[in-house]
Nanobody, 122 residues
Framework: QVQLLESGGGLVQAGGSLRLSCLAS????????MAWFRQAPEKDREFVGGTSWRGDRTTYADSVKGRFTISRDNTRNLVYLQMNSLKSEDTAVYYCAADRVLGNTDSLYEYWGQGTQVTVSS
């Protein structure tokens, strides 16, 4: 079992930055691939990016490539989503997810956090 808890969301102006954190708890939490998804109102949940359990492989959605960076600290069971150059279309609830294998489809992920709201004002 893995429990995930996101933090760091909030209100930011367009062009600004935010860093989200995801704390994973559980005996083998550091051995899981971790991903970030987001869901805007009246839209499907979409993949933002993810990292392998070692952190040696990361992948991003085209919409955030070059602006968002995922990193992880397995000594502290933390995964970060650094978001720069934020746009109004980045407004969404952001979720952290974990599973054994890194993928870009939400159905692949067994464990989910409760989400944190990010609002970008234009």
């Amino acid at each position: 079992q893995v429990q995930l808890l996101e933090s760091g969301g909030g209100l930011v102006q367009a062009g600004g930055s935010l860093r989200l954190s995801c704390l994973a708890s559980g005996r083998t939490a550091s051995r899981y691939a971790m991903a970030w998804f987001r869901q805007a109102p009246e839209k499907d949940r979409e993949f933002v990016g993810g990292t392998s359990w070692r952190g040696d492989r990361t992948t991003y959605a085209d919409s955030v490539k070059g602006r968002f960076t995922i990193s992880r600290d397995n000594t502290r069971n933390l995964v970060y989503l650094q978001m720069n150059s934020l746009k109004s279309e980045d407004t969404a609830v952001y979720y952290c997810a974990a599973d054994r294998v890194l993928g870009n489809t939400d159905s692949l992920y067994e464990y989910w956090g409760q989400g944190t709201q990010v609002t970008v004002s234009s």
